[in-house]
């Protein structure tokens, strides 16, 4: 168990020498690609997702039902053969995909103002080139950035980061404490939730959690993801502005 | 189905097309020669989990991503029942297989079985094993062998016969593949050493100037309009060529050139344009000719004052120069792997 | 097992069945079989149109196998079977795009005791590739822009394929190229050829599949129409040849030619113009029978125009 190996009985430093509620290295770019209308790369530790976006523009496939009052959003995800440790092809349509694309796609629907373009499609592909946990949050963060490239209206950035619990490693519950971004050991291990806010005010766009805990522990996670979610919030805040003063500088 | 049914180019820009790159010199849309590339950007070993990885973005946006990865996995008995030798006496003599190496396109927005992820495939897969080094550098022992998968991601949608791309970004993921050290004898089971400082290149380099010894081969896209041959065909060259040719070539080992591995003709999206209308023929005009008398004029304009998709092949003086201007010496090939010796991971 | 899995089709009974396994008698010695032909000789093709009288066009290809006398049941190289049929032009489905040209669509697959290892029902890519490398063969020929709004489809089936190798050479197991597969769609482009004449889509010339190699037995000089069991091949191209106009509609070449590659296309030009004068009897003999049915017809309807016609009597 990764806890056990890492001195964190001792000094409460895990694997990678983080303490509990440190972020992993975080760098992410806009327009990578010039032939998307959008385009982003986004590393969350060893997670490395690149994202186009392409639209608003006309749906592709015309059945005749264009009725939309809004936009629809359609997300693809790819997982490279070589992003895992061992080499494995997964299908495209594979349940869990599927899930995490829907997951995605409701999410950015409610902050996107979808209703500025009306029978319009705006497809996100994702294609995860390394995987190392937290892969949900690290494709909402990649789309985010996308997103804001190809310049769709947006109400605020989505922002989101995992936290997990050393619940089932502890013996004594009440000493279990909240873990913030896990790494793709501790994801094996420990239970832990995937979070994603927007706006200051702390609106919750996105809960995904696919392990048991216990309801006590529960809150300690989410505050601790809240405060993660606002960190990385401001990452991304960073990169946009980072990115705007070069294009404006290189006018 | 051809790949490409949707050029959006009208006959009369087609046939301007046609026209310019007919020219002697060739005028090119871009304004480059006809051996000129096209500038790329390239970097390799960006994947930590991958045995080699490398990554190439075209200067039209296109971008492709390659990993490489590399498996252990027992050698399967070979079919047959002529042994010529006895089975002690093969040592030193292991041949790869075809079957150990993997390759594996994915293009946004095709299915893995259309013709285009197929043929591409295809094209680099026999590249790769056409000079059998490669499959013989994958045998551990006599039990034991690597399998190499080789998966192929393109970013971007298709704008044009991505081979190039694909094939470049392959050689160079290909060319910084490192596999873990070996440390157990002969035909124990295979042992690796964990410091991965130890490990070997797949394509070694030789000591004293790390360069590599030999390199993977690189496939380029060739196209021919009238007699004039163009290298790097972007999207609306390709939609006018009278034909394509798709030429693997890899270093000789022999003489130090450049020798050709693999060619494969490639069907011109030319042929599913549709065709100009005479002024003669233009009914809207006033012409009102019956659909024979439509047929033989067209027949006889032969694509002289309108644009007509081209008919027949090519032929083989202009197929044999067009090899001799990627092998040659000073060429075109030797050229793009001089410009891919200089990529630093 | 996993073919019991395929429920679309009838399966052979769940026990399965075992193919007689032959003992080698101890003494026997298995050689390898050599080429007997001269080096520029092709072997004897059967080629005939028309087979399939429901389809627009078809014909029917077959290399005769070697009359070399055997020591044991197995055949000791294959001989090529090919069938084709061709469908078509006919109008594209409604809801289709528009397409000012025909639409060419070909499809190989070989049948599944073509090969000595079964193939299954699905086409696999290496089938699919040899449907590109047709498509591109024949794409050149047909003239597309007189039947807009058309497809034409070609069906090709393999009945025996020709196998990469010596079936008995342990050690060859491991260097073939599928050299076989070349050999395969030479005679694809030939028969497709004739299959299209036949069923009368506008063409520009008669194309022809040949293939010649680079053996090492023969250092550097190249063979026509090589059976890859005889040889050991380096390199080998298949073209698809338009004599009239001299040029290559399809080209496929793999292996190390070296120096010798314009040689090697050479000779592979040789070869197409060999299997075309096969081609060119078979479309002439078939056009001359329908010629001469339709001239036999012509005159038999004359002749009951003005004939008398019996009133049918019924007897109730």
Known sequence: MPLDSSTYALAHLRVDGRRWKELRRIHGQMSTQAAADGSSYFEMGNTKIICTVLGPRQPTKSGGRDQSREAIIEVEIGVAGFSGMDRKKRSRNDKRTQEMQYTISSAFASTVFTSQYPHSTITIVLHVLSQDGALLAACINAATLALIDAGVPMQDYIAACTTGSTASYASNDEDADPLLDLNGMEELELPFLTMGTSGGEDKVNVLVMETRIQMPRLEAMVSVGLDGCKQVRNILDGIVREHGKKLLSSR | MAPYTNIPLSPAELSYLHTSLAQDPPIRPDGRSPTQFRPLVAETDILPSANGSARICFADGTEAVVGVKAEVERTGRKGGLVRGKEDGEVEGEERGEDGWLDVSIEIPGTRDDDALPVFLAAMLTEALLADGELKGRLVIGRVWHWRL????????????????????????????????????????????????????????????????????????????????????????????????????????????GLKMVALRTVDPPSRLTSAGVPTQANTTAGGGLSAEETLKLREKDAGATVWRPPRGGVSRTVLGRMIKKVVEKGGVGEEVLEGLRGVKS | MAMLADRRRMNAPPGGT????????????????????????????????????????????????????????????????????????????????????????????????????????????SERDLGVHLETALRGVVIGDRWPKSGCEVVITVLEGEEDGWWADAEEGGKAGSWGMMNVLAGCITVASAAIADAGVDCVDLVSGGVAALTAERNGEGVLDPCPSEHDIKAACVVGYLQSRDEVTEMWMKGDAGSGSEALIDNAVKAAVLTRTVLAEAVKEATEMKIGKTSEAAVETTNTGKGKTKDIQMTG
């Open chain 2, 149 to 256: 998968f080789v998966d192929i991601l393109l970013l971007s949608q298709p704008l044009s016969y991505p081979l190039p791309l694909l094939s470049l970004t392959t050689h160079l993921a290909l060319l910084s593949t490192r596999l873990p050290a070996l440390i157990s004898q002969k035909d124990e089971d295979p042992l690796f050493n964990d410091d991965w400082e130890a490990s070997t290149h797949l394509f070694p380099r030789q000591p004293t100037t790390n360069e590599p010894e030999t390199k993977p081969p690189i496939t380029l896209l060739v196209m021919t309009v009238g007699t004039n041959i163009l290298f790097d065909p972007s999207s609306d060259e390709i939609a006018v060529a009278d034909a394509i040719v798709a030429i693997s070539a890899t270093e000789d080992s022999k003489d130090g």
């Open chain 3, 18 to 125: 075992s193919p007689p396994v032959f003992a080698s008698l101890p003494e026997a010695k298995l050689t390898k079989p050599i080429r007997t032909r001269n080096p520029d000789e092709h072997r004897k093709i059967f080629l005939r149109t028309g087979v399939v009288p429901s389809a627009s066009g078809s014909a029917y290809y077959e290399i005769s196998p070697s009359n070399t006398p055997r020591q044991t049941l197995v055949p000791s190289s294959s001989s090529l079977k090919i069938t084709c049929t061709v469908h078509g032009p006919r109008p594209l489905p409604r809801n289709a795009a528009f397409s000012s040209n025909l639409l060419l669509t070909t499809h190989v697959k070989f049948a599944p005791f073509a090969t000595r290892q079964r193939r299954g029902y699905v086409r696999d890519s």
